[in-house]
């Protein structure tokens, strides 16, 4: 991987942007006409027309929940793992302690149940995107998923699967927010 293609693909996600955004910057990084943090200039597909300027919202401003919402969408394809946390593989709660700890420096344990533990409790009608969502079974969380709206996670499934967002497939879960 070359050096530019390195730095490319650091800045996409270091900015945590969406793909579309990204895909904007790095046209406008290639033709060497970013200019700023918040505003890229991107050229338009035909070679005549003016480029658009893009107004990104930064980073700062996003809630916790949204930058790690962001950070565990960016690992979609990624391989299950057993026991992984990132960053080239994952298991459910890897995927959930990459983006709240290792990315965002949060204080959270590694395993399903103990960051049920440690976050706040939401009720099923408050759940935001970037909450976590717990996957119950004899009072225990056995499986953990970043919620992305519309009854949909972000998760790593099973030995097999890669990082993939899916449907929630059953009505026994908590939700939680990480502090």
């Known amino acids: 991987m070359s050096t530019t293609t390195k730095k490319r693909s650091l800045l996409a996600r270091s900015m945590l942007m969406t793909p579309l955004l990204a895909a904007g910057l790095i046209a406008g990084m290639s033709s060497g006409s970013v200019s700023g943090p918040a505003t890229a200039a991107v050229a338009a597909t035909p070679a005549k027309a003016a480029p658009q300027t893009i107004r990104m919202q930064p980073t700062a401003t996003l809630t916790l929940g949204t930058r790690g919402l962001r950070i565990a969408a960016a690992q979609k394809g990624d391989p299950y793992r057993w026991g992984a946390s990132g960053p080239s593989a994952f298991d459910c709660s890897g995927l959930v ?12 344990p590694r395993t399903a149940n103990a960051q049920r533990l440690a976050t706040m409790r939401i009720a099923k009608s408050s759940v935001r995107p970037g909450d976590l969502i717990f996957f119950m079974s004899s009072g225990r969380a056995y499986h953990v998923g970043v919620y992305a709206g519309y009854g949909k996670i972000w998760h790593a499934p099973r030995p097999g699967q890669r990082v993939q967002l899916s449907r929630i497939w059953t009505s026994a879960w908590v939700a939680g927010r990480v502090r």
């Open 97 to 108: 302690y990459y983006a709240y700890h290792k990315v965002l420096g949060r204080n959270i």
